[in-house]
């Protein structure tokens, strides 16, 4: 199964767009790239996925890299509302996901 | 997005008692429900797959006669803690999906914040 790689934590300024990046480096041709987020004491959020293309919905782009090794999650104008852990997880065969530790992201006033 | 409830959101029972989690899927019909859970500043961990009509299918490490899981519905699953301890206490959160295949997005309920005293 692909495994995926983030920092353990970031800090955005209020406002400005944030940038997560994530490495999957092992992935299959036919496994998916989701975005999820949680925030405290709350189950996980679903945000966007994607398999090749660029994907952006009201909520946030995806931007994955042409040989889909790695890709980027972007919240275009962070709000202190985002402040939350961020996994980006690559879908199994098994259809089951897997979460890492994620990205910590402290959105700062 | 699809819409996920659990309930009861939090509960707290003495130790040796057995606790049942509701997992629904509100606006949509899950043919996959998942179980996870999380210990303090620490990741979801999967539990368990279930599909509807069928029997679970529970990861390594977790009893099956530990954690009962039915799925009689296409909106509905459950979670029983059987004889719960101090160390099941821990944050529950179910996950529904659509359909069978790789790219159907999953969505997640609320959570249950369990506490065995």
């Known amino acids: 199964d692909a495994k995926t790689t983030q920092p353990p934590s970031m800090d955005c300024a209020e406002g400005r767009a944030a940038n997560l990046p994530c490495n999957h480096s092992?992935?299959?041709?036919?496994?998916?790239v989701y975005w999820y987020r949680q925030i405290h004491s709350q189950g996980p959020q679903y945000i966007i996925h994607g398999l090749k293309n660029n994907e952006t919905n009201e909520m946030a782009s995806l931007i994955i890299t042409e040989d889909r090794k790695s890709s980027t999650l972007i919240l275009p104008h962070a709000t202190l509302r985002d402040t939350a852990v961020y996994y980006c997880?690559?879908?199994?065969?098994?259809?089951?996901?897997?979460f890492g530790q994620g990205t910590e992201l402290s959105v700062k006033p | 997005g699809a819409v996920v409830s659990q309930h009861p959101s939090w509960v707290i029972c003495k130790s040796g008692t057995s606790v049942k989690i509701e997992c629904r899927s509100l606006d949509f019909q899950a043919t996959t429900m998942f179980w996870y859970r999380q210990f303090p500043k620490q990741s979801l961990m999967l539990m368990a797959t279930s599909n509807e009509g069928s029997k679970a299918t529970y990861e390594q490490g977790v009893e099956k006669d530990k954690f009962l899981i039915n799925h009689a519905s296409l909106t509905l699953s459950t979670l029983t803690v059987t004889s719960a301890h101090p160390e099941d206490s821990s944050f529950y959160i179910c996950?529904?999906?659509?359909?069978?295949?790789?790219?159907?997005?999953?969505?997640f309920g609320p959570g249950t914040r369990l506490l065995v005293l």
């Open positions: 092992t992935i299959s041709g036919n496994e998916y």
């Open positions: 997880i690559v879908r199994n065969t098994g259809g089951k996901l897997i």
């Open positions: 996950s529904a999906r659509e359909g069978r295949t790789s790219g159907e997005t999953q969505y």
